[in-house]
């Protein structure tokens, strides 16, 4: 079976309409989404509506975790006053422009789903908030992986799409407190992977096309997909609705922006 996996897009319509057209274009059977249908972008509605008409299998992203609790569910840290400045009129902006009954969809996404040897989440399986960066210490990854019972891990929320193996992976564990305390249990785990869908909605990866993921259930291939569309229409939409021009900006160039703070006591309010 072939399997389309997108994630992070982010209130982005156009760019979501262009990735289901190269995923039915791509013959794809089954997508999933990893979350985070809203934020930054100026259309949430709109995608949470297309998603939902589709029934794509969703988890919930921590965006739409902050829509549905507040402001104080996120974990993570911004790297500067202003750059938290922006996050807090994106998420004012994005709570009073939702409907209802799109929040309502937004609080019953699971944290997770299952499917065979795959398992799919946002950022990683212990929280909608941590990144797992291709630069991951390789037994913290391959941890992150075996604690799904899964063979490969789909996540998203760097917005960088990338694919890493595990292979040959030899752990060893010394067990305090037994008998056999201080003597190494050694153990090998087949090959188990982690696939980053990179990002619909807000790319990172230096260019403004929307990225996400094939793969195929029986070859186990993995092919990024990368989509050109409309993000100039996006970029004007984000300037009418008010939001923060930055946004454009870095829509337009496919790149993270944020000033980094080089006070070190600056803790992020969320």
Not at 35 to 58: A, C, H, K, Q
Not at 99 to 112: E, I, M, N, Q
Not at 197 to 214: C, D, F, I, K, Q
Request: aromatic fraction near 8%.
């Amino acid at each position: 079976m072939k399997l389309a996996v997108m994630s992070c897009i982010h209130g982005n319509s156009e760019a979501l309409d262009a990735v289901l057209s190269d995923i039915d274009a791509q013959k794809a059977e089954q997508i999933y989404c990893l979350g985070d249908l809203v934020g930054y972008g100026p259309d949430p509605n709109g995608v949470v509506d297309r998603i939902r008409s589709l029934e794509i299998p969703t988890c919930q992203g921590c965006w739409d975790e902050d829509i549905v609790d507040g402001l104080n569910a996120c974990e993570c840290s911004y790297p500067s006053q202003l750059a938290e400045q922006r996050g807090k009129l994106a998420h004012e902006w994005t709570n009073n422009e939702i409907r209802p009954d799109v929040r309502d969809y937004l609080a019953t996404l699971p944290l997770s789903l299952k499917w065979d040897n795959l398992c799919f989440v946002h950022g990683s399986p212990n929280s909608q908030h941590e990144y797992l960066l291709p630069s991951m210490d390789g037994f913290a990854a391959l941890e992150r992986v075996l604690s799904t019972d899964a063979d490969v891990l789909f996540c998203g929320h760097t917005h960088v799409p990338y694919v890493r193996e595990l292979a040959d992976a030899k752990l060893s564990v010394t067990v305090k407190g037994t008998a056999n305390s201080g003597a190494p249990q050694q153990f090998e785990a087949s090959l188990k992977r982690l696939i980053n869908a990179g990002s619909v909605g807000e790319p990172r990866h230096g260019r403004p096309n929307a990225t996400y993921v094939l793969y195929d259930t029986e070859t186990t291939q993995v092919t990024l997909r990368e989509v050109t569309y409309d993000y100039e229409k996006t970029c004007r939409l984000i300037l009418d609705k008010g939001l923060p021009s930055i946004f454009a900006w870095r829509l337009a160039r496919g790149m993270e922006f944020a000033e980094r703070a080089d006070d070190p006591s600056h803790v992020c309010e969320r």
